[in-house]
């Protein structure tokens, strides 16, 4: 991003080095070039570059590699219209325009419907406080209950239906769910906080998100009323 000074960026680590001699990016990437068209003009102070340059830190340190992803997303005023996921041990990447197209990967994904079991997917840290949460808001249905690490994974588990709703309770930074939420605006999915509130990603606002995370591909109202009318009984 030294190439693009003009643009707000946020990340999770931070770089003092000069500019000087770095060579400006591409900016016609083929298959963004076949999908821009007669994209719009946005004044740079209007965006916001998120950056997560390693997701799952722990997870990495531990080896745990399949949950290790990079991520990118764009926000316009706030809103994110643009996110990239990669799984670079996979060797997989995600990545949505909202309103102009998706990565190959994600050309058939859209929003499904709830089976015989809700499958719920977790940070490992705080899984079976949000197991008992969840098996209370929803009585009456097998509840499965997945420990994950790194947000973008968990993302890219509720996008491939693999998970129905991926649930965090605690503060989260903002690079840590942008792109993901990006993806699923563009693919008819949803995230907010569990209040239900869209999440603001301006960079001249607070980077945590403080008010924990539901993201879901259907039915997310339902699912975040009934957590919530758990957590707050």
């Given at each position: 991003?030294?190439?693009?000074?003009?643009?707000?960026?946020?990340?999770?680590?931070?770089?003092?080095?000069?500019?000087?001699?770095?060579?400006?990016?591409?900016?016609?990437?083929?298959?963004?070039?076949?999908?821009?068209?007669?994209?719009?003009?946005?004044?740079?102070?209007?965006?916001?570059?998120?950056?997560?340059?390693?997701?799952?830190?722990?997870?990495?340190?531990?080896?745990?590699?399949?949950?290790?992803?990079?991520?990118?997303?764009?926000?316009?005023?706030?809103?994110?219209?643009?996110?990239?996921?990669?799984k670079p041990?996979?060797?997989?990447?995600?990545?949505?325009?909202?309103?102009?197209?998706?990565?190959?990967?994600?050309?058939?994904?859209?929003?499904?419907?709830?089976?015989?079991?809700?499958?719920?997917?977790?940070?490992?840290?705080?899984?079976?406080?949000?197991?008992?949460?969840?098996?209370?808001?929803?009585?009456?249905k097998t509840?499965?209950?997945?420990?994950?690490?790194?947000?973008?994974?968990?993302?890219?588990?509720?996008?491939?239906?693999?998970?129905?709703?991926?649930?965090?309770?605690?503060?989260?930074?903002?690079?840590?769910?942008?792109?993901?939420?990006?993806?699923?605006?563009?693919?008819?999915?949803?995230?907010?906080?569990?209040?239900?509130?869209?999440?603001?990603?301006?960079?001249?606002?607070?980077?945590?998100n403080e008010?924990?995370?539901?993201?879901?591909?259907?039915?997310?109202?339902?699912?975040?009323?009934?957590?919530?009318?758990?957590?707050?009984?």
């Amino acid at each position: 991003m030294k190439g693009l000074p003009a643009l707000n960026l946020v990340s999770e680590e931070h770089e003092t080095e000069s500019t000087e001699g770095v060579v400006p990016p591409s900016l016609l990437h083929p298959e963004v070039v076949a999908i821009a068209g007669d994209d719009p003009k946005v004044p740079a102070g209007d965006i916001t570059v998120w950056i997560d340059p390693l997701d799952a830190t722990q997870e990495y340190t531990e080896r745990l590699t399949e949950y290790v992803t990079v991520m990118a997303c764009v926000a316009i005023d706030g809103k994110p219209v643009a996110g990239v996921i990669r799984k670079p041990f996979d060797e997989k990447t995600y990545w949505a325009w909202v309103g102009h197209g998706t990565s190959e990967n994600l050309k058939s994904r859209a929003a499904t419907t709830e089976g015989e079991k809700l499958r719920v997917i977790v940070s490992r840290s705080h899984a079976g406080s949000v197991e008992s949460t969840a098996k209370e808001a929803f009585p009456g249905k097998t509840v499965d209950v997945t420990p994950a690490g790194g947000a973008g994974f968990k993302t890219i588990e509720v996008i491939e239906d693999r998970q129905d709703i991926y649930v965090h309770t605690t503060i989260i930074k903002k690079w840590d769910i942008c792109a993901g939420d990006a993806i699923l605006r563009a693919l008819g999915g949803k995230q907010t906080d569990l209040r239900g509130e869209e999440i603001n990603y301006r960079h001249d606002l607070n980077p945590k998100n403080e008010h924990g995370l539901i993201a879901t591909m259907h039915d997310h109202e339902d699912y975040r009323k009934a957590l919530q009318g758990v957590s707050h009984s």
